[in-house]
């Protein structure tokens, strides 16, 4: 039987987010399951009780320090500071390569799961799944292509003009933990450092671009893989309210066993919590 375990990077802003999500895996992920969630060391007490949780130290070199603004400054190369959201990365990236499961989801805390699933869902003759929408980067998105750049330089891939590119980023995304290992080590040969100082020197990167170009470009493709997210996510910066949550969720497809409603969104926890409630056996 293969295995499983879910990381997810959250903080107290997210809670009740992620005690939602740890609900459902509760009520949908096999059993023992393993949640780890990762949090900021003061919000660790808080935490208790949603999941495993570890402190965002953990993860992270010694030399990367926190600074006020939602920055980190890595004493090996302090120039640029770290913004937040690229050592949300480094975090879940680690957290991936110590895992010993054949399967690892990485779900952020605005995602929650409607329906069982196993690890067979994302596992398959001893293969994960990987998650390829093919020719879905366009001209209209500029910051995909540019996570596309910044991926191929740090796997050591010559630059390439092609448009339209694939795109691997969806909710939850499953990776394999062998593979992801791989992956930073031809990070560091290629940048001659820690993989964490190569990744969070960038200014922009995409932790499932990487993984999905050193997929596809580096080992040749995947065995096991598909263009459907198993999910639906909505991530635009508007709430929605009663009405629209309901007009999203009703686009739930029979083979869907998770959402996502962005936290940036703004959307109303209340009106958030009725509407899935709402789904029932859809």
Not at 24 to 38: E, G
Not at 102 to 123: E, K
Not at 205 to 223: C, H, N, R, T
């Given at each position: 039987?293969?295995?499983?375990?879910?990381?997810?990077?959250?903080?107290?802003?997210?809670?009740?987010?992620?005690?939602?999500?740890?609900?459902?895996?509760?009520?949908?992920?096999?059993?023992?399951?393993?949640?780890?969630?990762?949090?900021?060391?003061?919000?660790?007490?808080?935490?208790?009780?949603?999941?495993?949780?570890?402190?965002?130290?953990?993860?992270?070199?010694?030399?990367?320090?926190?600074?006020?603004?939602?920055?980190?400054?890595?004493?090996?190369?302090?120039?640029?500071?770290?913004?937040?959201?690229?050592?949300?990365?480094?975090?879940?990236?680690?957290?991936?390569?110590?895992?010993?499961?054949?399967?690892?989801?990485?779900?952020?805390?605005?995602?929650?799961?409607?329906?069982?699933?196993s690890a067979h869902?994302?596992?398959?003759?001893?293969?994960?799944?990987?998650?390829?929408?093919?020719?879905?980067?366009?001209?209209?998105?500029?910051?995909?292509?540019?996570?596309?750049?910044?991926?191929?330089?740090?796997?050591?891939?010559?630059?390439?003009?092609?448009?339209?590119?694939?795109?691997?980023?969806?909710?939850?995304?499953?990776?394999?933990?062998?593979?992801?290992?791989?992956?930073?080590?031809?990070?560091?040969?290629?940048?001659?450092?820690?993989?964490?100082?190569?990744?969070?020197?960038?200014?922009?990167?995409?932790?499932?671009?990487?993984?999905?170009?050193?997929?596809?470009?580096?080992?040749?493709?995947?065995?096991?893989?598909?263009?459907?997210?198993?999910?639906?996510?909505y991530s635009d910066?508007?709430?929605?309210?009663?009405?629209?949550?309901?007009?999203?969720?009703?686009?739930?497809?029979?083979?869907?066993?998770?959402?996502?409603?962005?936290?940036?969104?703004?959307?109303?926890?209340?009106?958030?919590?009725r509407a899935l409630?709402?789904?029932?056996?859809?």
């Amino acid at each position: 039987m293969p295995t499983l375990s879910v990381v997810t990077p959250s903080y107290r802003p997210d809670i009740e987010l992620c005690r939602d999500l740890h609900s459902s895996l509760k009520a949908f992920a096999p059993p023992h399951t393993n949640h780890c969630v990762i949090v900021p060391k003061s919000d660790r007490a808080i935490f208790a009780g949603i999941g495993d949780v570890h402190k965002v130290d953990e993860f992270l070199p010694a030399s990367f320090r926190s600074v006020p603004g939602n920055l980190w400054i890595n004493l090996r190369r302090p120039i640029p500071p770290v913004r937040g959201w690229i050592v949300q990365q480094l975090i879940k990236i680690e957290a991936v390569a110590r895992s010993k499961a054949d399967v690892v989801l990485l779900v952020d805390s605005d995602m929650v799961f409607i329906r069982p699933f196993s690890a067979h869902t994302f596992y398959r003759d001893g293969k994960t799944r990987f998650y390829r929408a093919v020719d879905a980067v366009h001209a209209g998105l500029p910051r995909h292509i540019l996570w596309h750049r910044v991926a191929r330089q740090l796997l050591g891939l010559p630059p390439s003009d092609r448009i339209p590119l694939h795109d691997y980023i969806c909710w939850p995304m499953a990776w394999d933990p062998t593979v992801v290992r791989a992956m930073l080590s031809r990070v560091e040969g290629v940048a001659g450092t820690a993989w964490q100082t190569a990744i969070a020197s960038q200014l922009h990167f995409s932790e499932g671009i990487l993984y999905g170009v050193y997929v596809d470009e580096v080992l040749g493709g995947a065995p096991y893989s598909e263009g459907t997210m198993l999910s639906i996510a909505y991530s635009d910066e508007i709430p929605f309210d009663q009405v629209g949550a309901e007009k999203f969720l009703s686009s739930v497809s029979p083979d869907d066993i998770a959402v996502m409603i962005s936290a940036k969104s703004g959307t109303g926890l209340e009106e958030r919590r009725r509407a899935l409630a709402a789904i029932g056996g859809r």
